[in-house]
């Protein structure tokens, strides 16, 4: 008896740990992207502007709502993959240790090898919901303050410099032949 307490008493530490450690979304701490100012441009006024965007793209990235609501669904995953987790394993693992050529003393010890499997896996589930969406706020955060900047006459990577194009004269659209 006073082992079962035990073990309990560890695996529930265990659990705890886990569920705790499911991963949190972390606020884009600043753009994963490279923007110079254009040619010209004094660098305190690159600076005022940068700080202008990446306060824009914040906002537009949904602000800490956003990052505390993923923060919520993680929790949320972790907690609910590490009970469905914990019920299968617990299941296979009793089926394993119960069986014809066992005296069914093994059941015991299959369910809590698997339901700390289990949990475990339900808990790395959880972390790595969180994963991608912290991924997803920073493309989000990265797509407006690109776009922030550009729009304040900076380059950023993948625009093209507006070349002078040669005009065709209009008969060259002309279809009403």
Known sequence: MKKNRRFLKAASIIVTVLLLFTGCATAP?????????????????????????????????GGQEAVDRI?????????????????????????????????????????AMGAGIGT?????????ASAYSSQQLQMIYDDAYVQCMYSKGNQVPGSVPNYEREHYPQEYYDYND
């Open 71 to 111: 923060n919520a669904n993680a929790v949320l995953y972790g907690i609910i993959g590490g009970a469905i987790g914990a019920g299968i394993g617990a299941l296979s693992g009793a089926s394993w240790g119960y069986g014809p050529r066992s005296t069914r003393r093994y059941a015991a010890h299959g369910a």
């Open 120 to 128: 475990a896996a339900g808990a790395a589930q959880g972390a790595a």
């Open 29 to 61: 701490l600043g753009p994963t992207v490279q923007v110079m100012p254009s040619p010209g441009k004094p660098f305190a006024k690159f600076q005022t502007e940068s700080e202008e965007c990446q306060a824009w793209a914040f906002q537009q990235m």
